[in-house]
Nanobody, 121 residues
Framework: QVQLVESGGGLVQAGGSLRLSCAAS????????MAWFRQAPGKEREFIAR???????FYADSVKGRFTMSRDNIKNTVGLQMNSLKPEDTAVYYC???????????????WGQGTQVTVSS
């Protein structure tokens, strides 16, 4: 049974930082592209970043230069370091695993339950 468990969300002031983590189990981790998405109320799920098993990363323009994604292929974890946070970054953040280098939610097979990030102005 595949499980992705996110942690690290919370409330932060604008300009602050948070680090999210996602622990994966039940899958051959190195075979999967890992990604972060987010979804704000009333909006569609939005791609944030992805990382291949070789640690090649790709970011959405909205977070490029502020967010950094990482992965540990021994611990089967991925992280998302979020700096210079803005109120518009407020959303539920989801970890996802898939076989494709995709920016679309349908490109991912497994999802975590999500963690709330709230940025106050």
């Amino acid at each position: 049974q595949v499980q992705l468990v996110e942690s690290g969300g919370g409330l932060v002031q604008a300009g602050g930082s948070l680090r999210l983590s996602c622990a994966a189990s039940g899958l051959t981790f190195v075979n999967y592209v890992m990604a972060w998405f987010r979804q704000a109320p009333g909006k569609e799920r939005e791609f944030i970043a992805r990382i291949s098993w070789t640690r090649t990363t790709f970011y959405a323009d909205s977070v490029k230069g502020r967010f950094t994604m990482s992965r540990d292929n021994i611990k089967n974890t991925v992280g998302l370091q979020m700096n210079s946070l803005k109120p518009e970054d407020t959303a539920v953040y989801y970890c996802a695993a898939g076989r494709q280098r995709s920016q679309e939610p349908r490109g991912y097979d497994y999802w975590g339950q999500g963690t709330q990030v709230t940025v106050s102005s």
